[in-house]
C-alpha cells in the first residue's frame, strides 16, 4: 500500500534519524513511503496550551494536506493521539468537521501499524543490549497502545527487555507543560529515570522521541550511562 507518513516537529527538527528508520522500515516491507514536507506540526502545542484557535489553525493544514491518503502512520503517540482524538473534538461544528473524522479513521502509531494493521512483530531486527520501554501518557491512555511495542521488541535478536517496576507513571514532560510547570516535570521526570536506572537497563527505549528528549536531558545532567532511543531505531538495526 501507499504510507502517508506523518512526522512530528521535534523529529522534523531534533530526531530525523527516527524518520528515516520508519522509512527503511516500512520499504522494507513492501510498502510505498509518501511524505509532504509541508506538513510537521499537528498543531498539538497550541491545543494543549488552550489555544483551539491557533491548533485548528494548523490542523485544517494536516485534514486537507491528508485527505487523499490511503493510511496515515505517525511515529509519535502523542501526535497519533491528537489526530485521531483531539481533531474531532475541535473541529466539531465546523466546515472540515467530517473531513477530520475521516482523517482520524487513517490514522495509526507506528508500533500499532506493524502489529495491528500488518500482523508484523519480527522484522528480522538485531540489537545486542539490555533495555527498558517507556509508555508516552498519549499513546498509553488515548491509543490503548501498551502491548504492541512490547511484542516488537522481545522478536529483536539478542535484546533482553526488563520492565520498570512502574511502567504506567508520566515523564513529566507534557510539550508545554514542561515550560509552565518546570519544578513539578523535572521531579516527574527524575522519578521516571530512577525507575528506569533501576533495571540495569543500557537504553531506555519509547515510541514517543518527546519523552526521550526529556528523559535524556535529565539524566545526561546526572551523567548517567543510560541512553535514549526510539522503538524504531531499534527495529531498523537489521
Known sequence: MTISLFIPC????????????????????????????????????????????????????????????????????????????????????????????????????????????????DLGSRFPAKVTFHNGCHGLRELRLKQQPRQLLRQVKELTLVEMDDQTSCCGFGGTFAVKFPMISTAMGEAKC????????????????????????????KKEKLKSIHLAEILASF
Not at 28 to 52: I, M, R
Not at 194 to 221: I, K, P, Y
Open 10 to 121: 521535534f523529529i522534523d527538527q531534533l530526531f530525523p534519524s527516527v524518520g528515516i528508520s520508519v522509512v527503511r522500515i516500512l520499504e522494507k516491507l513492501g510498502h510505498k513511503v509518501d511524505f509532504d514536507e509541508s506538513l510537521v506540526c499537528c498543531g498539538q502545542p497550541a491545543f494543549n496550551t488552550g489555544c483551539w484557535n491557533e491548533a485548528r489553525d494548523v490542523a485544517i493544514r494536516v485534514v486537507d494536506g491528508l485527505k487523499n491518503a490511503e493510511v496515515v502512520v505517525i511515529p509519535s503517540g502523542s501526535c497519533g493521539a491528537m489526530i485521531r482524538v483531539f481533531y474531532p473534538e475541535i473541529f466539531k461544528g465546523h466546515p472540515k468537521q467530517e473531513a477530520a473524522l475521516s482523517l482520524a479513521h487513517k490514522i495509526y502509531e507506528f508500533s500499532e501499524f506493524l502489529v495491528d494493521r500488518l500482523g508484523v512483530v
Open 194 to 221: 530512577a525507575s528506569a536506572l533501576e533495571t540495569g537497563a543500557d537504553f531506555l527505549v519509547s515510541n514517543d522521541s518527546s519523552c526521550l528528549m526529556h528523559l535524556q536531558g535529565l539524566l545526561s545532567r
